[in-house]
């Protein structure tokens, strides 16, 4: 009784304070999606984004035009809203920091939860004290000589802003590794081992300012050029690893006190061992498939847990889905307008347009999620060589 009485107060006390204006750093297509979800909800964006033909700034109820690491807008954002969160990780944490601890500006996840993930290699240290699988890595330093017991090939990141694949190489050998040291210049990178994986699997998991996590279905990813081509909904894996990734997504959340969506990404090797990629301190792409195949997307999520709303499903409502990005191909000024009528009339499938001028190779411009009667994988890459076919054809 006294148990029963105790979690009412809470959750009286949870909905008394609710958030009902939501500051986003970043006005981008995941802003954008975000702001759908907020309808929903009756929950006003406000958005901090550099640029008036950002695709989050038709749909959000107020917008501050200036750069995403502009601290003094931020400190203007947080006059309009209750709590601030993030699009991206391209922020200054030390210029936010005086708005969180002087000003009492609520951010969700708090500061001090991404702070460990922004720099890729502060990442993979922290991931490693929790005991964390992840690849064998060092930061170079320009040094070489402290390569002489690593085999190539090897893979390089830059510690800061890469996205897409962008500021990442795979070097067959010492000469491409110098090469690329020398065009890096003075930006900081990564040195790790290369995972020849089986496969790449990715989660999206949710904690709300209580502690619950929840976690979604596991996915398999394939990436080409570095940029993820396709999703696909379940990951056809055991048992056993998709407890292992749920355990990884539970310490890794409980650890940091994450209030909001995190975005996880795995390598599955050919013995079964899971490796931890990379961790994204948001909605991430890899989750898009969640809008029409979950009971509760990944941005309706997002939105419950900093806002102390009641945590939301994440189970699917459908046997199985595949997702395709429809990634820019050439430089051009193009809305593909014919070539989305024609992917919208493929049975079971929802075209998302982010409405962005300007195509070039790489460039994420929509998606297509088509949901399945039949899990098998073979039929989700079916459907989408057809999805590329419409939209890669000249």
Not at 198 to 227: F, H
Request: neutral net charge; charged residues 20%.
């Amino acid at each position: 009784m006294i148990v029963a009485i105790l979690n009412i107060k809470l959750q009286i006390g949870m909905r008394s304070k609710q958030m009902k204006r939501v500051g986003v750093i970043g006005g981008g297509q995941l802003a954008w999606m975000m702001a759908g979800a907020a309808k929903c909800l009756d929950i006003e964006l406000v958005v901090q984004t550099p640029n008036k033909s950002d695709p989050a700034v038709a749909d959000a109820a107020d917008v501050i035009l200036a750069p995403i690491d502009d601290a003094a807008a931020t400190a203007q954002l947080a006059d309009r809203c209750d709590v601030i969160t993030f699009e991206n990780e391209f922020i200054n944490l030390d210029a936010l920091k005086p708005l969180a601890h002087q000003q009492a500006v609520c951010f969700r996840p708090g500061l001090e939860a991404i702070a460990p993930l922004l720099d890729k290699y502060d990442q993979r240290c922290y991931l490693q004290q929790l005991g964390l699988p992840v690849p064998k890595f060092i930061a170079l330093d320009g040094e070489l000589d402290q390569l002489a017991n690593w085999s190539f090939p090897v893979v390089v990141k830059a510690r800061r802003h890469g996205y897409d694949g962008q500021g990442t190489f795979t070097l067959k050998d010492r000469q491409a590794l110098e090469l690329t040291l020398q065009q890096l210049g003075q930006t900081p990178a990564l040195l790790e081992e290369f995972i020849p994986f089986a496969r790449e699997l990715a989660a999206i998991a949710a904690r709300s300012v209580t502690g619950e996590v929840v976690v979604y279905p596991v996915v398999e990813t394939q990436q080409e050029d570095r940029v993820c081509r396709r999703v696909l909904v379940p990951a056809q894996i055991s048992i056993a690893v998709r407890t292992e990734i749920e355990a990884i997504a539970r310490t890794l959340l409980d650890s940091l006190e994450v209030v909001g969506v995190f975005g996880i990404e795995l390598f599955l090797t050919s013995s079964g061992k899971l490796l931890v990629n990379e961790i994204a301190p948001r909605t991430h792409n890899s989750g898009h498939f969640t809008l029409d195949a979950c009971q509760t997307s990944q941005f309706e999520q997002h939105l419950r847990t900093i806002c102390q709303l009641p945590v939301g499903n994440p189970a699917l409502n459908c046997t199985g889905a595949v997702m395709v990005n429809l990634l820019g191909y050439k430089l051009a000024i193009h809305d593909y307008f014919v070539k989305r009528q024609e992917l919208a009339a493929i049975r079971q499938a929802q075209v998302y347009w982010y409405g962005k001028k300007e195509s070039r190779p790489g460039r994420k411009l929509g998606h297509v999620t088509v949901l399945l009667e039949t899990p098998e994988r073979d039929r989700a890459l079916a459907i989408a060589r057809k999805i590329e076919s419409i939209w890669y054809k000249p």
